[in-house]
Structures are given as C-alpha cells and as structure tokens.
C-alpha cells in the first residue's frame, strides 16, 4: 500500500515500486491523504478536487492499484487524533505487508504529517484498544515501512538524502510517467506557484538521480527502510524479497567498500 500526501505525490517517488509491485503479483493499493483542494489558481476547491479526485483514480488504474478516497483538503493534514483514526481504519482494512510512505523529511508539512499519521496508524493496527473511524477490528500482520524520497531528494534544509536501497524502475518508467501525466491539471499550478516548469521532467531528473546513486540503474526509486520495532521482524524485507535484483542496498555496498578499505 502507497500512502502519500496529495494526488500525484505516488506518481512522483512511488508509483515504479508500486507498479513492479503487481506485476510481481501483489495485490497493490493507493491512497492520499489529502483530496488536492488547494491545488489550483483559478478554480475552487470542490472543483478541482473533483478534478483531481478523476486524475488520481486514472493514475491509480495505470498502476494497477486500488484507489481509496481522500480524507481531508489540501494544508489541512495535520497529526490529530480524528484524522488518525480514520487512516488506521484503512490500514486495518488492507492491512498490507508492505507500506510504502512519504520521506520524514520533506518541503512541506503535509507531506511530512502524511508520514507521521500513516506510521502512528500501522502501529497501532494490532491495538483492541484504539477505536478506528470507521470502527475496524485490529490486525494480526507484520508490516514493514519504507520511506520515499523527499521532493527534490533534500530535506527542507537543503541538505542531501540517500536511499537504503534503491528498486530500479527502469523497465516501468513509461507506466509511471503516464500515470503523473494523467494528474494533467497541475502543470500550470506547479509552474506558477514552485517553479516546476515541467512536472514531468522534474520526476525525470529524480529518478534518474536515484538510478544514477544505485550505481547500476537508468531510473530508480529510492526507499529507506523504518525500524521494525512495532511492526515487523528485525530482519524484514519484503521488498527485497518480492523485487530481487531489482532491490539494490546501498547500505551493504556501503558496508563492502568499508571492509575493502580496512583490509587495504
């Protein structure tokens, strides 16, 4: 399960994974938070969420995943108890193996809130005591958590993120760049309010930066994987396991090139 801020948040740091996922035969699923209120100059917010509501439910059908619908409008995903417990309701529901969420650290707020609720809501997924909205019966399942990319792969302070592990996407970056173009109505939005001149291109040059930190792939998706205590194993890694030689760890090369290095 992807769970990310806005529509086309998948799009730009998860959809790869989320694709290979089922054509690995997972059963996949797609979900934002927010309904994309905000993301318009000229139109209101019912209407262009109604807009975005139809681009994210033909991103979600590109990538083979099952779209759920939005809780909340755009800037207002903030880590409340109400809101919390209407995403555990969904986590209960799919009660996936995999979850797959936004970076801790990102440009903006909704996006890192994003974070910290879907991560509350899978801890507390096996909890008889914490009442979900609507009421659903908690799950016996481990789940393990990775962590997208921020935008732009920097933390809000400028400062560099590298992945874990990174999946190359190489062999359905076509799937993915057509399920950001189908979010077609925010084009002139990130271009005259972040500068983005071409969306497209901007999930372009990230992913061909993360294939390029892989040091093997074209294109890549990069995730960091989150502490297991709560959710799963020590050693779980299922995407690893689902994915092969797709999955490269940057962490065990990284431990390789020290152990050369001490022997040198």
Known sequence: MAIAAHPDDIEFLMAGTLRLLFEAGWETHYMTVANGSCGSTRLGPAAIARIRRAEAREGAA????????????????????????????VVREVAPRILLVPSPQDYMEDHTETCRLAVSAAFVRGMPNFRTTPARPPVDRPVTIYHAMPHGLRTPLRQPIVPDVCVDTTDVHDVK???????RSQQPFLRATQGMNSYLQMME???????RMSGRFTHAEGWRRHSHLGFCEPDDDPLAEALGNKVRSLERQAGRTRAARARS
């Open 62 to 89: 590109i990538l083979g995943a099952r779209f759920h619908e939005s809780l909340t409008r755009d800037a207002e995903i903030l880590y409340t108890l109400p809101l919390l417990r209407r995403v555990a309701a």
């Open 177 to 183: 760049r057509r399920a950001l173009a189908a979010h």
């Open 205 to 211: 040059d990230m992913s061909r930066e993360v294939g």
